[in-house]
C-alpha cells in the first residue's frame, strides 16, 4: 500500500530556512509523481511545488519560484523540498501527496490519489 510522510517542519524567522521530507514506500517510485501543497488557516489547501520522484522534472508556484527547491536523496526512498528566504506567508500546514505518473506533471490536487500527513511550517515576522 502507498504510504507517505511528510516530516521537517518547525518555526523559523522570517528569512530562514527549512528543509521538509516525504518518505514514501509502497510502490514502484519511478511510476510516481509527488505534489506538495499547503494550507493556511481559513484558507483553501494551494499547491506549491510538484516533481517527478527522481526530482528530474520539477513545477513550482509562482509565490514559491526561487525560493523553494525540490531534491532527492538517493540513499533514502525520501523527496525534500527545501525552503528558502521564508516568509510570514509562507506559514501553513505542508502536506505532500502522490499520484500515478501522467502525461505530464499537474498542479491539480484532485489528480492526487495518496496523501501524507501535513506538517507544520510556522515563520515569525
Known amino acids: 500500500e502507498v504510504q507517505l510522510q511528510a516530516s521537517g517542519g518547525g518555526l523559523v524567522q522570517a528569512g530562514g530556512s527549512l528543509r521538509l521530507s516525504c518518505a514514501a514506500s509502497?510502490?514502484?517510485?519511478?511510476?510516481?509523481?509527488i505534489g506538495w501543497f499547503r494550507q493556511a488557516p481559513g484558507k483553501e489547501r494551494e499547491f506549491v511545488a510538484a516533481?517527478?520522484?527522481?526530482?528530474?522534472?520539477?513545477t513550482y508556484a509562482d509565490a514559491v519560484k526561487g525560493r523553494f527547491r525540490i531534491s532527492r536523496d538517493n540513499d533514502k526512498n525520501t523527496i525534500y523540498l527545501h525552503m528558502n528566504s521564508l516568509k510570514p506567508k509562507d506559514t501553513a500546514l505542508y502536506y505532500c501527496a502522490a499520484r500515478r505518473s501522467g502525461v505530464a506533471l499537474t498542479s491539480r490536487e484532485s489528480r492526487y490519489d495518496y496523501w501524507g500527513q501535513g506538517t507544520q511550517v510556522t515563520v515569525s515576522s
Open positions: 516533481a517527478t520522484w527522481s526530482a528530474g522534472i520539477t
Open positions: 509502497g510502490f514502484t517510485s519511478d511510476n510516481y509523481d
